[in-house]
């Protein structure tokens, strides 16, 4: 079958969000389709659509994401219109992508991964060390606050919602001492200028496929499909199969905080994961490495250990 291109005249439809971050992901991933099959920029129309998860009323009450209606308050709306024919494709951040797809749509196409990296942001300090004890610190993240309380339960963390732009002012009107960001969106951003010390990912280990970006298309839209194959990063295929895995076989919802890194050495996959309770008083973590080939396949076979780990009374906070 001959490719059909789009054209100016009948452009490919890229859905986003429209905060700055999803902004830049869409129009990174609109470059790397023009320059794979030598089209002009205007072949590809990017279409903004408003999702629950940008309702400024909901970033105001800065209630945690879990409270909001989880992961799918910023990808409903967009995968109705795919769904719908309205776009033709979906640009997202992975970390906020649930494990499992509306049935008709499909999630396999992944741009090469930026920085994994939780950021620390703070106009005067540089880590979690330099916090006084009884520190206020605001995130929005369940991950970042049980793990920011595991290795210090003296903070004070209170929730801090929005894009990066709404956290950061928070942080100017000294609604906490910092805050934590993703080092990927900062870099996306080129926001050089912000004050971020990245943290290791042996201090704090990130959220299940930060840094990476999804696109998502029809299942049977074969046109969309032959184009992403073009700008597919396999190795970001291959890290995010063992660590969606892991997620999905432990919960994969945003009510229990999760972690989860898969690095490549060669033919060698290691993968860490952790899950904490909420309250950081305890946490459970694994550190492997297998095949890459048997990624996913470590990815629940680790979770399934996690949770023999974790005993009957773990999860006793959700009832």
């Known amino acids: 079958m001959t490719l059909t291109l789009p054209t100016p005249a009948s452009p490919l439809k890229i859905g986003t969000r429209g905060s700055p971050l999803a902004l830049a992901q869409a129009h990174e991933t609109r470059s790397r389709l023009a320059a794979a099959f030598g089209l002009p920029q205007e072949a590809f129309e990017i279409v903004v659509i408003k999702t629950t998860g940008d309702n400024q009323a909901l970033i105001a009450a800065d209630k945690p994401l879990k409270e909001l209606g989880g992961k799918g308050l910023f990808t409903k709306e967009i995968e109705e219109d795919l769904l719908s024919g309205a776009i033709d494709i979906a640009v997202h951040s992975m970390k906020d992508m649930p494990v499992l797809q509306p049935e008709g749509l499909a999630l396999d196409t992944y741009l090469p991964r930026e920085d994994v990296r939780d950021a620390f942001i703070s106009p005067s300090l540089k880590s979690l060390h330099d916090l006084a004890e009884g520190a206020v610190v605001g995130t929005s993240s369940l991950r970042r606050r049980a793990q920011l309380l595991n290795r210090r339960p003296d903070l004070n963390v209170v929730e801090f919602r929005g894009n990066v732009q709404t956290r950061l002012r928070k942080l100017s009107e000294g609604a906490a001492e910092c805050t934590f960001l993703a080092m990927a969106g900062l870099n996306r951003l080129e926001m050089a200028d912000v004050p971020a010390t990245a943290i290791e990912t042996s201090d704090m ?59 490549l050495d060669g033919p060698t996959l290691r993968l860490r994961g952790e899950v904490l309770r909420p309250d950081g008083s305890e946490a459970i973590n694994d550190d492997q490495t297998c095949p890459v080939e048997d990624g996913a396949e470590l990815g629940r076979e680790m979770a399934a250990k996690l949770l023999e780990k974790a005993g009957k009374g773990f999860f006793d906070w959700k009832a």
């Open 205 to 263: 280990l990130p959220a299940v496929a930060q840094g990476a970006i999804g696109i998502e298309r029809r299942a049977d839209d074969s046109r969309a499909a032959e184009m992403l194959s073009a700008i597919h990063d396999g190795e970001t295929g291959q890290r995010l199969a063992a660590e969606r895995a892991f997620l999905a076989a432990l919960d994969g919802s945003c009510e229990t905080p999760i972690a989860g890194l898969a690095e």
